[in-house]
């Protein structure tokens, strides 16, 4: 059974660059297996799907947010991760990491680290 | 863009609701990829339905799902307190990502 947790400063300021990491247990980054996830939760609001990564290194991203998202995978380390520049206050938010097994035919996201709280201020 | 759920749907104890989740040919009506996903304050979505109508091992049969044309629907019956939550609804798309449902909050009276 797959674990996700992520992992990041708490606090970033406006113009610069969110970085976040998810460490994945029970599972390997580069099985093949998944595709994984960032989603972000804005206070009181809903949820946004950012963008995915596949071992392989293939993207896909949230057309409103791709221009400045990158995410990556860390196979030593069995973790993936976010950057997300030129932040602003609208950034601000809970940002969950999550996976799916699509190359397994199975199409919903089943697996949710439990979110980390970004501010973006001065 | 974002899937369409009614913001706020109430209940008694013991009736039925259904929230809708409206989206187009591109996820919704294109794909039997549709997920439910309850959220308590403060924590982590948790999976209800997915595949349009299937329940993971340990949710209660007291929920459902369906789909007709573009429109989802989930379906609570027998209304208890502990379903009081925020809901989302989800789908994969033609382009190959995940959309969410703007979420619906729903208060057992």
């Known amino acids: 059974q797959v674990q996700l947790q992520e992992s990041g400063p708490g606090l970033v300021k406006p113009s610069e660059t969110l970085s976040l990491t998810c460490s994945v247990s029970?599972?390997?980054?580069?099985?093949?297996?998944?595709?994984w996830s960032w989603i972000r939760q804005p206070p009181g609001k809903g949820l946004e799907w950012i963008g995915c990564?596949?071992?392989?290194?293939?993207?896909n991203y949230n057309p409103s947010l791709k221009s400045r998202v990158t995410t990556s995978v860390d196979t030593p380390k069995n973790q993936f991760s976010l950057k997300l520049n030129s932040v602003t206050a609208a950034d601000t938010a809970v940002y969950y990491c999550a996976a799916d097994r699509r190359p397994s035919g199975i199409y919903f996201l089943g697996y949710w680290g439990q979110g980390l709280l970004v501010t973006v201020s001065s | 863009s974002a899937l369409t759920q009614p913001a706020s749907v109430s209940g008694s104890p013991g009736q039925s609701i259904t929230i809708s989740c409206t989206g187009t040919?591109?996820?919704?009506?294109?794909?039997?990829?549709v997920s439910w996903y309850q959220q308590n304050p403060g924590k982590a979505p948790k999976l209800m339905i997915y595949?349009?109508?299937v329940r993971p091992s340990g949710v209660s049969n007291r929920f459902s799902g369906s789909k007709s044309g573009s429109t989802a629907s989930l379906t609570i019956s027998g209304l208890q307190a502990e379903d009081e939550a925020d809901y989302y609804c989800s789908s994969y798309t033609t382009s190959t990502t995940w959309v969410f449902g703007g979420g619906t909050k729903l208060t057992v009276l």
């Open positions: 040919s591109n996820d919704v009506g294109g794909y039997n990829s």
């Open positions: 595949d349009v109508s």
């Open positions: 990564i596949y071992y392989t290194g293939s993207t």
């Open positions: 029970g599972g390997s980054v580069s099985s093949g297996s998944y595709y």
